[in-house]
């Protein structure tokens, strides 16, 4: 049994999503018949049964300036509740496979989801009620069940995939053809676009392939911000939600696994009716495919693939990401538009476009940043120092010439503009109360009306039709990346079922079982690949005992983060017939390891350690950076598992070698 809940200090349900179970449940136990012989709606179910949790809680921080942060009932449910500004959000389990860490885990994903989908609305209680409670019950139902579907795509891909349970990119390991596509990328297909009529304004800053989760090819513009891990990854999840993957179609039998061959030529499976008939006309043959890698070995699997409903690729998703510009500095959830084009089931071609006026966004986060800033300092008592300084004077003129600007594009600014006259009013003249604790209701006021314009100009549901790449425009992109991976895609989709496998390492390092190396500092990872179908047939046989490495795989990184969290960068233990370690190191630019120090441990109520939730790695090369200022810090994780029977000696020193071995290969660029 499985919940998660978003609602406001009201006890006004904001978002919700329930497994069958859990809702089955609410049926029996609400879905009793009113007199006009009617169920109660769902909804109203899940509000009277949280209601009293929810008022519980803020009455807690209303009356001792502390709440809730888990707890569980006599019947085993497992409660997490977190508190963002005036939402709160509660996962629950009963089934006893999620534990507190997970459920955090889960509130803080679908928190960065809620700000990827609605940018800086996130940062106005009022507004974030009306974008996630809108009033029209269809409009609702469709929201919810967008952000239901995107929570369990999160929840399936961290259950299945390698690259999400430790949150970091993992790459196709294949340079050339790795290398082929970004120059398309950039000089055929980002060109194209960025000098096309047809783009009705918007520029291409970052294009890239995702063959299933795993990242083809990856090409930024030269004016672009540099996309960070949790961005990528949210979005990689977007795109699994859109266009989801059939990664458990492995039918082929033992028999036909041993008759396939795992030798450096590979032969890609024939193509459907249609594309043999096209390739026939063309006079073409099967594409061959030669290894040059001997690192790298291939086992073939037969390919069935479904189709499924595509969205209409026009229509471009709006998304808000992070922005950093080198002399202006971070700017949080700028608006994107995000352009998803299924090439074929599996394969899909990303573009994320810089939307005119991007610069209004940036003022008003500007503006937004100074206003907080007094709030805070009003809070503090520390209001009556600055009527006078220079800064807020500077913002005040600014923020004048602003106001007009927006109105000048037709931007609705009445109320925005009465509320900044009544700030003057009380900040600025003498009759007014100036900078003190009464000018909090002004201050807050201009903040929930700063987002008001941000939602105007940037929502989703106020994008303009016109406002979009041209369709001709589009249907070309989609012709062009069909035509340059048509000999390849058959490829590709075996390829990221066994981008590695423990075949070629097995030799240099006998007893290793699985490894998972991660480059934090780019958001990379590298990991032989864990097939647990009762059908696939792999180096760890098929059905229960990959099951149980997958196991023991998923148990190491949930082990390795609790003593993370508390501080520690080595971790090794013995589990049963296995041996199981974990390494947090750091390097200099040129591969050198640097000294270790103690990292800082984090309190039980932190965010969970991770790239997507909190870029907590962000956070703690900037603090080993303070003793290595004229270095570029890299951080990187190992995580191992051995048989039990080898000597820890050998353990470690595999672990050493294997960190070397895989040292190049994350050094491929992907820029």
């Not at 018949?33 to 009455?59: K, M, Q, V, W, Y």
């Not at 647990?532 to 005992?545: A, H, I, Q, W, Y």
Request: hydrophobic letters at 35%; one cysteine or more; charged letters at 25%.
């Amino acid at each position: 049994m499985k919940c998660l809940l978003v609602a406001n200090e009201n006890a006004e349900v904001l978002f919700y999503w329930t497994d069958s179970e859990f809702e089955q449940r609410i049926q029996e136990q609400y879905g009793v018949f009113h007199e006009e012989g009617e169920r109660p709606a769902f909804e109203d179910s899940i509000n009277t049964l949280f209601a009293p949790i929810i008022i519980s809680c803020s009455t807690m921080v209303d009356r001792l300036g502390d709440g809730y942060t888990s707890f569980t009932t006599e019947n085993n449910h497992k409660y997490v509740l977190h508190q963002f500004d005036e939402c709160l959000y509660i996962a629950v389990n009963r089934d006893g496979d999620e534990t507190e860490e997970d459920l955090k885990r889960k509130i803080y994903v679908m928190r960065k989801h809620i700000e990827i989908m609605f940018g800086m609305v996130t940062l106005s209680s009022a507004l974030l009620r009306k974008a996630l409670r809108p009033q029209d019950t269809e409009q609702r139902k469709h929201l919810w069940q967008k952000l239901q579907s995107v929570l369990e795509t999160s929840s399936r891909l961290r259950e299945q995939d390698q690259s999400f349970l430790v949150e970091a990119v993992e790459r196709l390991i294949h340079p050339t053809l790795c290398e082929q596509c970004i120059v398309f990328l950039e000089r055929h297909l980002v060109q194209q676009i960025n000098s096309s009529v047809e783009r009705a304004g918007e520029e291409v800053l970052h294009a890239f392939i995702l063959v299933h989760t795993k990242l083809l090819a990856f090409y930024s513009s030269r004016n672009a911000s540099t996309l960070t891990t949790s961005d990528l990854l949210a979005l990689i999840i977007l795109v699994q939600d859109l266009y989801p993957s059939k990664m458990n179609l492995d039918d082929s039998s033992p028999e036909e696994m041993e008759k396939t061959s795992v030798a450096d030529v590979f032969y890609t499976p024939e193509s459907s009716p249609p594309d043999r008939e096209s390739a026939q006309s063309r006079g073409e043959s099967p594409p061959v495919f030669q290894f040059v890698d001997p690192d790298i070995q291939m086992a073939e699997d037969s390919l069935k693939t479904l189709e499924v409903p595509t969205p209409d690729p026009s229509a471009p998703f709006r998304v808000f990401l992070e922005t950093t510009l080198k002399n202006e500095g971070l700017f949080p959830m700028m608006p994107h538009s995000m352009y998803c084009f299924p090439l074929w089931p599996g394969i899909t071609l990303v573009l994320l476009t810089k939307i005119p006026n991007t610069h209004i966004a940036m003022s008003i986060y500007i503006y937004l940043e100074a206003f907080v800033k007094l709030e805070k300092r009003l809070c503090e008592g520390h209001g009556a120092t600055l009527r006078g300084q220079p800064s807020f004077q500077e913002h005040r003129s600014k923020l004048d010439r602003f106001i007009k600007t927006l109105a000048s594009m037709d931007i609705q600014t009445g109320q925005l503009q009465n509320v900044w006259a009544d700030f003057k009013n009380k900040a600025f003249t003498r009759s007014g109360p100036g900078f003190t604790s009464e000018l909090l209701p002004a201050c807050r006021n201009m903040k929930t009306q700063l987002c008001g314009v941000y939602r105007q100009c940037f929502a989703a549901e106020c994008m303009s039709g016109s406002q979009r790449l041209a369709p001709r425009l589009q249907e070309r992109v989609l012709n062009m990346a069909q035509e340059k991976l048509m000999d390849f895609k058959d490829f590709l989709l075996v390829k990221s079922k066994r981008n590695i496998t423990m075949v070629s390492y097995l030799e240099e390092f006998p007893g290793l079982i699985h490894f998972i190396y991660v480059d934090r500092s780019g958001g990379h990872m590298i990991a032989p690949s864990l097939n647990v179908t009762d059908r696939t047939v792999s180096e760890l046989g098929k059905g229960p005992l990959a099951h149980f490495i997958k196991n023991k795989v998923w148990g190491l990184v949930g082990t390795a983060r609790r003593y993370l969290q508390k501080g520690y960068t080595t971790v090794t233990y013995r589990d049963g017939d296995y041996f199981c370690s974990y390494f947090l190191w750091f390097e200099n630019e040129s591969g050198y390891k640097l000294e270790v120090i103690d990292i800082p441990s984090l309190p039980d109520d932190s965010a969970p350690i991770g790239m997507l939730a909190w870029d907590y790695y962000r956070k703690l090369l900037r603090y080993y950076n303070r003793s290595h200022p004229s270095e570029v810090v890299k951080c990187y994780e190992l995580l191992t598992v051995h048989l039990g029977v080898i000597p820890t000696e050998y353990i470690l020193q595999h672990c050493s070698q294997l960190a070397r071995k895989l040292w190049e290969p994350t050094r491929i660029p992907l820029l």
